[in-house]
């Protein structure tokens, strides 16, 4: 079954260390994005990335890293220099661009800042 | 400021009841209007999917209407059933400098219960 895969599910970080966030697809999606969702608040787009070797920031990069060197995985690392990383990380994956088509999610990772 | 603003914040309803929830937004230029459903710990999946034209589009026992020019919309659930427990995303989409942007409101949380 096609699909997004997001890993780990759960993930506990100390201070000052820096964790990587997997995404996998096989949709063939051009298309990748991450997101972050805080209780209360609309998700925020952190990066994305059209094509492969090529990505952009979205609105909330600061303290946050990306890399696509293959069409299918788009990972995430979550430095220490992101002041509160403490949320719900969501992939999602289009075939263009996500105004027009809809997003397919992979099933989040929820980090936990000790 | 482009803006996506749900209410109810949460709601409740008994297992059978019909409920609305409501999307107001203020974004221009608009180009489509999504509502997905969000099961607590998964990522969002999409319900429909609305453009400047549609008036109303079903899916099941969800119908989805939009106002354009009150820019307005709304998601009636009919029956509702215990499996509609979840949050409820309103996305609206922005053609802005030649990309599409996504503006995503908080959401409704609605808990049916037995």
């Known amino acids: 079954d096609g699909g997004i895969t997001q890993s780990p599910k759960y993930l506990f970080r100390k201070e000052g260390q820096n964790v990587t966030l997997s995404c996998e697809q096989n949709l063939n999606h051009d298309a990748m994005y991450w997101y972050r969702q805080d209780p209360g608040q609309g998700l925020r787009l952190i990066y994305y990335?059209?094509?492969?070797?090529?990505?952009q920031k979205g609105d909330i990069a600061e303290g946050y890293s990306v890399s696509r060197e293959k069409k299918e995985s788009f990972p995430l690392t979550v430095t220490s220099a992101q002041k509160n990383p403490t949320a719900f990380y969501l992939c999602?994956?289009?075939?263009?661009?996500?105004?027009?088509?809809?997003?397919?999610f992979g099933a989040g990772s929820r980090l936990t800042v000790l | 400021k482009n803006q996506v603003e749900q209410s109810p914040q949460s709601l409740i309803i008994l297992e059978g009841k019909n409920c609305t929830l409501q999307?107001?937004?203020?974004?221009?230029?608009?180009?489509?209007l999504r509502w997905y459903k969000q099961d607590t710990g998964r990522g969002p999946v999409s319900l429909t999917i609305?453009?400047?034209s549609e008036n109303t589009k079903s899916n099941g026992r969800y119908t989805a209407t939009l106002d354009a020019d009150t820019k307005q919309s709304s998601l009636h659930i009919t029956a509702s059933q215990l499996s509609d427990s979840a949050s409820y995303i309103c996305v609206v989409s922005a053609l802005m400098d030649s990309n599409y942007q996504l503006i995503w409101g908080a959401g409704t949380k609605l808990i049916i219960k037995p």
């Open positions: 999307c107001n937004y203020t974004v221009s230029p608009f180009s489509n």
């Open positions: 609305m453009t400047f």
């Open positions: 990335s059209q094509i492969v070797n090529d990505f």
């Open positions: 999602a994956s289009a075939n263009r661009g996500a105004g027009a088509n809809v997003l397919t």
